[in-house]
T-cell receptor, first 119, second 111 residues
Framework: GAVVSQHPSRVICKSGTSVKIECRSLDFQATTMFWYRQFPKQSLMLMAT?????????EQGVEKDKFLINHASLTLSTLTVTSAHPEDSSFYICSARAPTGYSSYNEQFFGPGTRLTVL | GESVGLHLPTLSVQEGDNSIINCAYS??????FIWYKQESGKGPQFIID?????DKRQGQRVTVLLNKTVKHLSLQIAATQPGDSAVYFCAENNAGNMLTFGGGTRLMVKP
């Protein structure tokens, strides 16, 4: 199956700093990628949809100026958490939508996640 | 907004028994449903999917049942093994081609 990677897998930073998380589709091109956030013992919540070559679409309640998304190529999307605070500590997961005909209908392939801890 | 929910937050089964995990969805326009398995500290792993024009789909040891009349989805795992221990999420694909995840059920397999 298709592989999606994330880097870093784990990051610890001080409050006020910015953190960049990369999401890569390794063996297919993804025009659409998604960023989710998952707090402990909770489900995945969609933060935004990342579209290659255009602005990301943010879900209600997600601050676009705080969570900067860049989808500069068909295999890479980045999420930057700006001026991170302890409440931003969470598990961030990206997914990439497979091209038409690549696999099951409208399937998304998920990355392994990035654990962000803000001190 | 629309949501997907689960009845049981934790399910404990004996190794070798069958497991059934349930999910209720509320968006009647959803056309595609997926079950994911998530182990601790990892991303979701695709298990099985089903389109809305089907009511049953079988995979290896897993079966998904879809009842559109009552908006209910279930995942059946045959001969549950310790490696099946994880959190299971159902997700629905809505008209906007977005996935909405249910709350999750933790499956614990007792040896």
């Amino acid at each position: 199956g298709a592989v999606v990677s994330q880097h870093p897998s784990r990051v610890i930073c001080k409050s006020g700093t910015s953190v960049k998380i990369e999401c890569r589709s390794l063996d297919f091109q993804a025009t659409t990628m998604f960023w989710y956030r998952q707090f402990p013992k909770q489900s995945l919540m969609l933060m935004a949809t990342s579209n290659e070559g255009s602005k990301a679409t943010y879900e209600q309640g997600v601050e676009k100026d705080k969570f900067l998304i860049n989808h500069a190529s068909l295999t890479l999307s980045t999420l930057t958490v700006t001026s991170a605070h302890p409440e931003d500590s969470s598990f961030y997961i990206c997914s990439a939508r497979a091209p038409t005909g690549y696999s099951s209908y409208n399937e998304q392939f998920f990355g392994p996640g990035t654990r962000l801890t803000v001190l | 907004g629309e949501s997907v929910g689960l009845h049981l937050p934790t399910l404990s089964v004996q190794e070798g028994d069958n497991s059934i995990i349930n999910c209720a969805y509320s968006n009647s326009a959803s056309d595609y449903f997926i079950w994911y398995k998530q182990e601790s500290g990892k991303g979701p792993q695709f298990i099985i999917d089903i389109r809305s024009n089907m009511d049953k789909r079988q995979g290896q040891r897993v079966t998904v049942l879809l009842n559109k009349t009552v908006k209910h989805l279930s995942l059946q795992i045959a001969a549950t093994q310790p490696g099946d221990s994880a959190v299971y999420f159902c997700a629905e694909n809505n008209a906007g081609n977005m996935l909405t995840f249910g709350g999750g059920t933790r499956l614990m397999v007792k040896p």
